[in-house]
């Protein structure tokens, strides 16, 4: 196992990927670090829906094109859709006082987070895309309409070298009071 800093520094969109299938079992690993993230009241209010099946993973690219980019989504041997509960099981005084969904997208935001690095870890390529209207996703595959999809990652073994980080510097975000 590598320092964690040297794996986020690794981590990088990928958006070529070998024809090669993801190992269920690697799929199920990706998901299993997600579960780990924190989320408000320990609510983990996060679905993940693996998509392997050829047709599936085609009709899903499809709806990854809307702004006219993804095409490279036609090729990725894997996706998993992160998606949000309408409903977290969050404690009554939170949600009374913040209402019961203020921290989900968060939670599902670091899960995601999570799941990436794992898929670094196990030498996958990945990438988020953000591109996509919630119900059409939904409605292919099957998620609750209640809940609301929130990312696609595209998943394989990479066809392509990482590009160089491109990141604001620490002095320029950081304030120490
Ligand atoms: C919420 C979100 C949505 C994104 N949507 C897309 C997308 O639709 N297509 C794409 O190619 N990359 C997408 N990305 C990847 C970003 O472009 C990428 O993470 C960013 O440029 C930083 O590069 P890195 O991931 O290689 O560090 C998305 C990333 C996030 C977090």
């Known amino acids: 196992m590598e320092k964690f800093i040297e794996l986020a520094k690794k981590r990088g969109s990928c958006r070529a990927f070998t024809d090669k299938a993801v190992e269920k079992e690697l799929l199920l690993s990706c998901v299993e670090a997600a579960s780990l993230a924190p989320s408000a009241c320990n609510s983990q209010p996060w679905k993940f829906t693996i998509v392997t099946d050829p047709e599936k993973r085609k009709e899903l690219a499809e709806l990854t094109h809307d702004t006219g980019f993804n095409q490279w989504a036609d090729k990725a041997p894997a996706f998993i859709v992160v998606s949000e509960d309408a409903h977290p099981a969050v404690i009554k005084s939170v949600a009374d006082r913040y209402g019961e ?12 987070a999570y799941l990436l690095l794992q898929a670094e870890e196990l030498g996958l390529g990945s990438c988020v895309i953000g591109t996509f209207v919630d119900a059409k996703v939904k409605r292919l595959l099957g998620i609750s309409e209640a809940d609301t999809a929130r990312a696609i990652i595209a998943l394989g073994y990479p066809a392509e070298a990482p590009r160089p980080k491109k990141r604001k510097g620490v002095e320029e975000i950081a304030k120490i009071i």
Not at 101 to 112: H, K, L, N, Y
């Open 101 to 112: 969904s203020r921290f989900s997208e968060g939670d599902v935001g670091m899960a995601t």
